[in-house]
């Protein structure tokens, strides 16, 4: 029997399963909601390289080499801001998925005396994937992540009972080696909110 595809999904109100994978992990983490009012426009940052690997297990694609696995359990997924050539070096690759040398290569392009590196994981089930939605500078913030969880292509065969993890790399055009606030949030839809609309053209 073959797994459902996109289309059969949505028949079956599997959209809906988009809402539970609302929110984020990792330091300065937060979560934004559906209809969010949006952050300012002067603080959303459009010159950003971005990179993303699906791994198709739930087994995550990178691990933090300075963390001490014994406080964290199996389904921990490390997330990472970046700003120096020390804090990269405990940027650990634990999978191998398509796609991994581009990354390799993304990561040691960096130039952290005027760029900043960001990581973040999600676990999204095989049906959806991870859609950057827009990134922000906040005034008290190295930076800010938002994204959205549409379904992938109709084409695409797959059970929502699986789970894979995404990994997500963003090279931001300015240096944060004195900011250690950051976050990154989620939610249901992909619509920007209005405050961002005119600014990208995307409604």
């Known amino acids: 029997m073959s797994l459902p595809t996109r289309r059969q999904v949505?028949?079956?109100?599997g959209a809906s399963l988009v809402a539970a994978l609302a929110g984020c992990s990792g330091e300065g983490s937060?979560?934004?909601?559906?209809?969010?009012?949006?952050?300012?426009p002067d603080a959303l940052v459009t010159d950003y390289d971005h990179l993303q690997l699906r791994n198709d297990t739930e087994s995550a694609i990178f691990r933090d080499a300075a963390r001490d696995d014994d406080g964290a359990g199996s389904s921990y997924l490390d997330d990472f801001l970046v700003?120096?050539?020390e804090e990269r070096a405990d940027v650990e690759f634990a999978a191998d998925p398509d796609g991994i040398d581009e990354a390799r290569a993304f990561i040691d392009e960096t130039d952290f005396?005027?760029?900043t590196l960001v990581i973040t994981q999600h676990r999204p089930n095989a049906c959806h994937r991870v859609k950057l939605l827009y990134v922000t500078n906040p005034?008290?913030?190295?930076?800010?992540?938002?994204?959205?969880?549409?379904?992938?292509?109709?084409?695409?065969e797959c059970s929502v009972?699986?789970?894979?993890v995404v990994a997500s790399l963003v090279r931001l055009p300015y240096s944060s080696q004195d900011e250690s606030s950051w976050g990154h949030g989620g939610g249901s839809s992909c619509l920007l909110p209005p405050p961002l609309r005119t600014e990208t053209g995307d409604a």
């Open 10 to 13: 949505l028949r079956a109100g």
């Open 30 to 40: 937060s979560s934004s909601s559906d209809v969010p009012s949006g952050p300012s």
């Open 83 to 85: 700003t120096t050539d």
């Open 113 to 115: 005396d005027a760029q």
């Open 139 to 156: 005034p008290d913030s190295a930076v800010h992540l938002d994204f959205c969880y549409p379904l992938r292509p109709a084409s695409v």
């Open 161 to 164: 009972d699986d789970r894979h």
